[in-house]
């Protein structure tokens, strides 16, 4: 295979760690006002996220990394073109990094609801953005002859780009659910796997419409049978939400997101950012990329180290695999609860 | 204002912001692992009691190094399209692998040690705070080793069909020679500055407590604080020597690399034998010649070459052979046709900053090892009063030294490849650029004071009493957690 196949492939693979991940905690932030009714809740809900969001969000850095530097035009082309959306997915993420970080230093309502809409917008804005810039990377920009996005902030909000941001924030949304319900107990397990079982209803319905669509667009056989599998694992995960057994659910999602995010590179190859403005200017796995060289190189980094990672932080979510439940969660900090001054 | 200015500006604004932060989380993880250690060595509560405070600390201000780190890496597809294109091929790799060495260790091993309270045993608890620490450290030479090819293009190639500078050499641009006196040198400043940071909060709470004390005569923690300026006070000195040593061979190599922005540093117009060194050097405002000048015989030979009598060439020299080198108009934009020099008067200053703050803090922790020692005279509450500036010197110097290590590189972007004006986005509108500028500054506006007064809150709070870890062995699954957000 040629190392430029490996890196399109090795860079699907980050994307597809990235959403398959950090796809449950935006979903959890989205879900912050649905699911948890009280204080005590909505930290059940931090908590179950709390030491491993920021390992997930990495996901993303690395995927960017690695597209600059081994797709350096792809990552150009990309980042300027798609400038304001990026620009508000930064903000968001921003805001709900630190919201997760900072909540909890201070015991103060006013503190609290302002984070927990920081989280929530936070969550929701790069769920639905990510989605939109996929689905208009997929069907195509208009890229000059220069190899710049030639388009604006309106090109990308076509119909096709905009149901896929519906796919992608009612999935994550469903996934999250599926991860509440597998990782708390009490009330909120059973409010969140019946939340799951509608959400991932009407995933379903706007994600098999936005797969065929796709499809019709530029699929090949292999994009094609990646969105048959992820159709089936949705329906199987909804049925093992529906009959409780909830590790089966969330495996479902995450089956689902992966496949899905596959059969969207799949479509995609051997293109990277086909242009709608003449076939000749698209961006290709081949007129894209890096030198031989630097590919090589980052073959042995990858390989030496993707494993090592893998490896660490699924320790981590071994470590943290206990359900929490109201009951495990500590009265607010003492430190926190001093007003200021009065130390 | 178009878009390379405002990008520039972002640029600017997003590093320096980033680097108020990063100094404090490479060298406070070290040492909140140090405490830690020290704890689970000896079980004396004291080192308990500083891991958790300065943990807390750090976890405060970690949070807002990481969300600016990730508007660093988007910012160079967003604004600098064109660097990223030219430079993507060498430029990329060192930041992928960032994201694979570090950014996952990081981040990994920061959640597992915040949530790991007496989830994991002792011994790997401690264990985690040591792997986020080389973590940052691993952050630190990747992404260091990107920025000293942009100061010293090595190990690559310019391919003319492409129009990119190609890689020709990875193991080049790891062990660049800039790299190897400029990673030592940002590593042992990040020391430098967390060792201040202890000192200064620490005085802050021994000059309460001293002051609780005399008023109600309550026991003090005084003791626990005294002994964590000491040990600040002894970072923040010894990092400082490396500092400067390292600094002495980062001069020279510059002298080599980049001869323009040794000479702008010191505002040596025209070359000289035995050339001295400037404490104070007022130019004309075209930046042409020199006005008036007070100087130290023959210490800038010594400075940039190791010897008093060396030659050192001044900037007209410079521009002449540039101009000779690489023609008539690298950058027409910002400065007039053939000119190669920087802004001489922020370059001159900036490094003098850079040098005169740290020599501040340095000479301040040695002062304070000093007056704390044991059997030395009565303490009086002068010195935490002025502990108390050292890390705000710190934190500037750091600044400073990055304006004047990019600053002083212009009008490249690559040196002697690039231009900055070369690199900006071609298809970014003068509004998108404003947009994000303005968003970017005010978020960060609105952060800097929530992060500070958050900062100051745990502070003022002072060192948690001790309190023995929950037992990791215990099966009792309804017990709460040790710790929760």
């Known amino acids: 295979m040629e190392l430029t196949t490996v890196w399109f492939a090795l860079i699907a693979v980050l994307w597809i760690g990235y959403f398959t991940l950090e796809g449950f905690d935006f979903g959890v932030g989205m879900l912050l006002p649905v699911v948890a009714k009280n204080d005590t809740e909505r930290r059940v809900l931090y908590n179950t996220v709390g030491p491993v969001w920021d390992g997930n969000e990495v996901w993303v850095l690395t995927a960017g990394g690695a597209t600059f530097a081994a797709f350096p035009e792809w990552y150009a082309t990309l980042f300027s073109g798609f400038y304001l959306p990026l620009l508000l997915i930064l903000l968001a993420l921003i805001v709900r990094n630190l919201a997760f970080e900072y909540r909890a230093k201070k015991d103060d309502d006013t503190w609290r609801r302002n984070w927990d809409l920081g989280l929530i917008i936070g969550s929701f804005l790069p769920a639905l953005l990510w989605g939109v810039a996929f689905a208009n990377i997929v069907a195509g920009v208009p890229i000059d002859a220069n190899k710049e996005f030639t388009g604006n902030l309106f090109t990308l909000l076509n119909p096709f780009g905009l149901l896929g941001g519906v796919v992608t924030t009612l999935l994550f949304a469903t996934h999250g659910a599926m991860f509440i319900a597998l990782k708390t107990d009490g009330e909120i397990r059973h409010r969140a796997r019946a939340l799951s079982v509608k959400l991932g209803l009407a995933a379903a319905v706007v994600a098999v419409v936005f797969m065929v669509w796709a499809q019709v667009k530029g699929g090949s056989l292999s994009s094609g049978i990646a969105f048959v599998l992820a159709a089936l694992a949705l329906v199987s995960a909804l049925a093992a939400a529906w009959k409780g057994r909830e590790g089966w659910a969330f495996t479902g999602t995450f089956v689902t997101i992966a496949l899905a995010v596959a059969g969207l590179f799949f479509a995609l190859f051997p293109d990277v950012m086909p242009s709608t403005t003449s076939d000749a200017f698209s961006l290709t796995t081949t007129n894209a990329s890096a030198t031989g060289y630097t590919l090589t190189v980052m073959t042995w980094v990858a390989v030496i180290f993707t494993p090592i990672v893998l490896i660490y932080q699924g320790w981590t979510y071994w470590v943290f695999r206990k359900r929490i439940a109201t009951h495990h969660i500590p009265p607010a900090t003492p430190a926190a609860t001093v007003p200021a001054g009065a130390a | 204002m178009d878009v390379t200015d405002i990008a520039r500006w972002q640029f600017g604004i997003t590093t320096v912001y980033h680097f108020l932060f990063v100094p404090v989380t490479i060298g406070l993880s070290a040492m909140v692992a140090a405490f830690q250690t020290a704890w689970v060595r000896s079980g004396r509560e004291e080192y308990l009691r500083l891991t958790k405070f300065f943990g807390k600390l750090f976890l405060i201000n970690f949070a807002i190094g990481v969300v600016t780190g990730i508007v660093q890496e988007f910012q160079f597809g967003m604004n600098w399209s064109d660097y990223s294109r030219f430079v993507g091929d060498i430029f990329g790799a060192p930041l992928a692998i960032e994201g694979l060495l570090a950014f996952f260790l990081e981040s990994t091993f920061l959640g597992l040690w915040i949530f790991g309270w007496g989830k994991l045993p002792p011994k790997l608890h401690a264990a985690t705070i040591w792997l986020v620490h080389i973590g940052t450290l691993f952050s630190a030479y990747f992404i260091l080793a990107a920025n000293s090819w942009m100061q010293h293009p090595v190990g690559y190639k310019y391919d003319a069909t492409t ?38 909060v620490a005085a802050y709470l021994y000059l309460k407590e001293r002051r609780t004390l005399t008023e109600a005569g309550t026991p003090s923690d005084s003791p626990l604080y005294l002994k964590a300026v000491r040990i600040g006070a002894a970072v923040t000195l ?12 980062q001069g020279k190599i510059m002298t080599d690399v980049q001869p323009m922005k040794m000479a702008a540093a010191e505002g040596l117009y025209e070359t000289e034998s035995s050339a001295p060194f400037s404490i104070l050097t ?66 001159y200053w900036s490094f003098r900053f850079m040098i005169g703050l740290g020599v501040l803090a340095a000479a301040g922790a040695a002062l304070i090892l000093l007056v704390t020692r044991k059997g030395g005279r009565p303490l009086g509450a002068w010195w935490p009063r002025l502990a108390i500036f050292l890390p705000i010197a710190m934190i500037l110097g750091n600044a400073w030294g990055w304006m004047f290590t990019e600053m002083g590189r212009q009008p490249w972007v690559v040196f002697g490849l690039m231009t900055t004006a070369q690199g900006v986005s071609p298809g970014v509108s003068v509004f998108e650029a404003w947009v994000s500028v303005i968003a970017l500054t005010s978020i960060y506006a609105i952060l800097a004071v929530v992060e500070f007064g958050l900062m100051w809150r745990y502070i003022k709070l002072g060192a948690p009493a001790y309190e023995p870890p929950p037992d990791h062995t215990s099966s009792d699954d309804d017990a709460p957690l040790a710790f929760a957000y």
């Open chain 2, 282 to 347: 007022i130019g004309t405002p075209d930046g042409k010649e020199e006005k008036f000048a007070i100087k130290v015989p023959k210490l800038l030979s010594f400075l940039a070459e190791g010897d008093f009598t060396s030659e050192v060439k001044g900037i007209n020299q410079l521009r002449d052979e540039y101009q000779a080198k690489y023609g008539q108009d690298p950058g027409a934009k910002y400065y007039s046709p053939g000119d190669y020099t920087p802004i001489i008067p922020v370059t």
């Open chain 2, 238 to 249: 010894v990092a400082g020597l490396g500092v400067a040593v390292s600094g002495d061979f």
């Open chain 2, 163 to 200: 129009g990119r500078a190609e890689l020709h050499d990875f193991w080049a641009v790891m062990f660049n020679k800039v790299q190897l006196v400029t990673f030592p040198h940002v590593v042992l400043s990040a020391y430098m500055t967390a060792g201040a940071f202890v000192i200064g």
